[in-house]
Nanobody, 124 residues
């Protein structure tokens, strides 16, 4: 079955960096658009970044543009989220998701598979 397993979360001070990884199995990873989402306590899940499978086009939420970078390694079936200049408001559970379409969408309902999430906490 399809599995997405996130790792790399943790506690970091404001201004610091973290690199999240999401290892995929049970699907043809190179043919899936991948996205990162996050959900803070008491808030709705929100799109963070996405990368299309066909041409690796990327898209970012305005709140993370210039600070976060999404990338993928199809040979390792892994998508990454490099997070720099972290802010306390970046604190959330971060999820990766896979979408079999070639359309970069920000709505989570269009993604087919989800990971279990990894906690990122940024202290001030």
């Amino acid at each position: 079955q399809v599995q997405l397993v996130e790792s790399g979360g943790g506690l970091v001070q404001a201004g610091g960096s973290l690199r999240l990884s999401c290892a995929a199995s049970g699907l043809t990873f190179s043919r899936y658009t991948m996205g990162w989402f996050r959900q803070a306590p008491g808030k709705e899940r929100e799109f963070v970044a996405g990368i299309r499978w066909s041409d690796t086009t990327t898209y970012y939420a305005d709140s993370v543009k210039g600070r976060f970078t999404i990338s993928r390694d199809n040979a390792k079936n892994t998508v990454y989220l490099q997070m720099n200049a972290l802010k306390p408001e970046d604190t959330a559970v971060y999820y990766c998701a896979a979408d079999r379409s070639n359309v970069l969408v920000v709505a989570g309902k269009f993604y087919d598979y989800w990971g279990q999430g990894t906690q990122v906490t940024v202290s001030s």
